[in-house]
């Protein structure tokens, strides 16, 4: 069975950019070998996410999505940081069929990041206030409300 065990995101200032993902989401930095430009691998759970220094430009919709098993403090951290936002789905807090909350922010070099989160009931209610249902922007049928992110 095929797997990923990692991905890759530019940033624009390294160092900035590991601060962002050790901040929002805990992430660990972890030996890095030396391939002659700004590097530094990262641990979130059991993948890896490698942050490369390069002058280039993120993509509107391209993202990567993380799971957590508590949004609070993330959405706490991205809201410290001002890194919301708004327009790439629609709103930042979105619900999808299934109780699965996506909180959608941008790290320093512009890159999209989802953040999965199942349970709406366990939000505070100021986080449950701002939530949009994906049916909020784009009618969804029978057949795509049965879509589920997370696969038992």
Known sequence: MAQIN???VNALNLEESVRFYEDLLGAERIDTPNF???VQWLALGRTQLHLFERDLKPTSHHHLGITVDDI???YRAAERRNAFDHDAFG???VELPGDVVQLYVR???GNLVE????G???LPDDLRAQLKGLWDFNPQNEE?????????
Do not use: Q
């Open 6 to 8: 990692r991905v890759s």
């Open 36 to 38: 002659g430009i700004p």
């Open 72 to 74: 609070e403090p993330v």
């Open 91 to 93: 709103n930042n807090l």
């Open 107 to 109: 790290d320093p070099a």
């Open 115 to 118: 953040i999965n989160h199942h």
């Open 120 to 122: 709406v009931e366990r």
């Open 144 to 152: 795509s409300m049965r879509g589920r992110l997370f696969v038992p």
